[in-house]
């Protein structure tokens, strides 16, 4: 793959050509209040968590409306505090205060998501983003299963995660010091017991076995977009080989991508995963209201040096991935070499 003719070559220039976007964004970043760095995101998990006794208390209900509007609530709040809120926790995103960072992630991370703080942060923030399309390292390849078919991988697949989460973070902590996987045992036990009592002692469920019902239904009611969002941004697009990983500007600007915006998603699980990664990828410790304010900085740029600028639908990239699942979810994905740039 040649470079773009405006794209100047060599480590050099990419360089420099981050240097003057990270310029321009900071100047916007300057410019905005509390409010727009942190405020906006934490009133959104600050809503979703007083949220949370309605949507308990409709779950008492007879009338099937009212029951299944308690489900949802319960279901989008679960969400957004699990996937935004521990998203931007592990980035440090919520506040610029390194105590509070600490604090954030092991709620969101662990009492939310039944996750380990340590090993997100890891996975994600070190990997991930250190490595982004790199193969082997942050390529994304965790979310393949290739024993699995297109049908069940896309349709069925997804429902698995809210059994899976807290399975792989008590697999994980095998890695940790034990008091890190004491606290982080007993932060997990805590989050799934209170939402367990919760739906008994509120809610009104009389069997245990209902209650465990109506918990995995409200853990998994929006799994299957979480699932296709982490596999559309960024496999399919162009993967690189260790030894020959370009600069940072080409690495994000070729291997991740941006899906329009939509409501119920940006709400739930932030601008930075939906609408606006390419700039969550460049500036990770944006929160997501300031990644959708420097989005029109970013895209311009990024135009105006005639760098990748990769967007497409939801609908879009699941008809692609249905029809191309063995190329993209099972096979290994071709290295892209890109010349002058590596």
Known sequence: MEPAAGAPRGSGGAEALLGELEARVQDVVRASSWWERHGVDCAILALSLLALPPGFLCLRSDNLPVFALGITILGVCHYTLTVKGSHLATHGALTESKRWSKIWALFFVEVCTSFTAEYAKYGHVKMHHGYTNVLG?????????????????????????????????????????????????????????????????????????????????????????????????????????????????????????????????????????????????????????????????????????????????????????????????????????LVGLQ
């Open 137 to 337: 390292l942050g390529d994304s390849s965790t979310w393949r299963l290739p024993c699995l078919n297109r049908y069940v991988y896309m349709f069925l697949a997804p429902l698995l995660i809210p059994l899976i989460t807290p399975l792989v973070a008590v697999e994980r902590l095998r890695e940790v010091e034990l008091r890190t996987a004491l606290r982080t045992l007993g932060l997990i036990s805590l989050g799934l017991y209170s939402h367990y009592w919760l739906l008994l002692n509120v809610s009104g469920f009389q069997s245990p076995g209902s209650a465990l019902v109506c918990m995995f239904i409200t853990r998994s009611l929006l799994a299957h977009p979480y699932l296709h969002v982490n596999i559309f941004q960024h496999i399919g697009l162009p993967m690189f080989s260790r030894d020959k990983k370009p600069r940072r500007i080409h690495m994000m600007s070729l291997g991740v991508l941006n899906l329009p915006r939509l409501p119920v998603l940006d709400w739930a699980f932030g601008h930075s995963l939906i609408s606006c990664h390419v700039e969550h990828h460049l500036f990770p410790r944006l929160s997501d209201h300031m990644c959708l304010k420097v989005k029109p900085v970013v895209s311009q740029f990024l135009h105006e040096k005639q760098l990748p600028y990769n967007e497409d639908s939801y609908l879009a990239r699941f008809r692609l991935f249905l029809n191309r699942y063995e190329e993209f979810m099972v096979q290994t994905p071709p290295i892209t070499e």
